[in-house]
């Protein structure tokens, strides 16, 4: 099979201008590397296509693949992660990962919140604060006990996570709602802080197909930034973040239901990663969902995890690719001829 790889490079938008912080959900070149390498050692050709734009130009002159391996996270819009998809089914270029739909519900946290409110899956209370007169609605605000946890609503990597975003009266409440909404121009998700235990879970495959294959508890080490999975343990995971498989049965078992629960009920595609917490008595809680969970082979929760439990890297990708392959069946060949005439 041909497989293109559509990838954001984060080298490319820092040349551009672009901070550290704002492309913190890109891709290094050593991933896209060990894609390519690993892909090509399943058996398949392999064909670097970069970014939407470039993906677009090739689109545009005839450039076809029998599927397109897709990480790109976008740059602008709440729909941002969504955008190569859609672009792929216009031109009927299968592709791995979730469709549109899923991507812009999964990328709105509250959207996503309210999905699996409705599937009964516990998630802490929760309100959207989209400017500071919502915070004028203190009978929402006194549903929902201090301290309280307030992060942007669409964003990925921890971005705008920081101690500061626990917040226990209405003051700070205040203080960082503004510094969120002035920073990211974006509503801020305002939920309960929950003050147990961190858990992520990788789930694999598609519909009945799919399983959640382990849990791992997120442990912030001595040099870490205090209480919270934050931008920067993200980025400096490897000395500032223990990544432990969850060994207890009743807790992996709890942990894995939820979020294949989760998985289901949003919606999602050939893998994903789902993150929860434990409340004050060790309830399990759906915090979000990433249906475009990070891929580097040692520095992504995914790839952690599957190491953990015996997947391998290359078993990761071949995994992925069989289910977005079957999914497509016999239509994965798109036929030029079907595209209409101003297009070609």
Not at 38 to 65: D, P, Q
Not at 125 to 133: A, I, K, T
Not at 233 to 260: F, G, P
């Amino acid at each position: 099979m041909k497989i293109g790889l559509a990838y954001d490079l984060r080298k490319d938008y820092l040349e551009m201008g672009y901070s550290e912080e704002e492309t913190a959900e890109f891709d290094s070149e050593a991933t896209i590397n060990a894609l390519d390498e690993t892909i090509s050692g399943l058996g398949h050709g392999v064909a670097r296509i970069g970014n939407i734009f470039e993906l677009t130009r090739r689109l545009t002159i005839g450039e076809r693949w029998d599927m397109v391996f897709n990480i790109c996270e976008g740059l602008h819009g709440r729909s941002r992660e969504a955008q190569v998809p859609a672009l792929l089914e216009a031109f009927s270029v299968p592709y791995t990962f979730s469709d549109p739909v899923t991507l812009c519900l999964c990328h709105d946290k509250a959207l996503a919140k309210r999905i699996v409110s409705a599937a009964d899956i516990p998630t802490p209370e929760f309100m959207e604060v989209s400017s500071l007169e919502d915070l004028e609605n203190w009978r929402t605000l006194q549903e929902i006990a201090f301290p309280l946890f307030a992060k942007p609503i669409s964003e990925g990597t921890g971005k705008g996570i920081t101690p500061l975003s626990i917040v226990r009266n209405r003051g700070e409440l205040e203080i960082q709602c503004e510094a969120l909404l002035r920073k990211f121009r974006q509503p801020v998700l305002v939920e309960t802080y929950l003050p147990g235990r961190e858990f992520t879970v990788g789930v694999l495959g598609t519909g009945e197909s799919a399983r959640a294959i382990g849990a791992l508890e997120v442990k912030l080490s001595d040099k870490a930034e205090p209480g919270v999975y934050s931008y920067i343990n993200k980025e400096e995971c490897e000395e500032r973040i223990v990544y432990d498989l969850v060994e207890e049965d009743d807790i992996a078992e709890e942990a894995m239901e939820t979020a294949l629960r989760a998985y289901l009920a949003l919606g999602c595609r050939d893998a994903g990663r789902v993150d929860l917490r434990t409340d004050q008595n060790g309830r399990i809680h759906f915090l979000e969902l990433n249906p475009l969970a990070g891929i580097n082979p040692v520095h992504s929760d995914l790839p952690i995890l599957c190491s953990k439990v015996g997947i391998s890297y290359r078993d990761l990708l071949s995994k992925i690719l069989d289910s977005a392959f079957k999914r497509q069946g016999k239509t994965a060949a798109f036929r030029f001829n079907e595209l209409p005439a101003f297009v070609s």
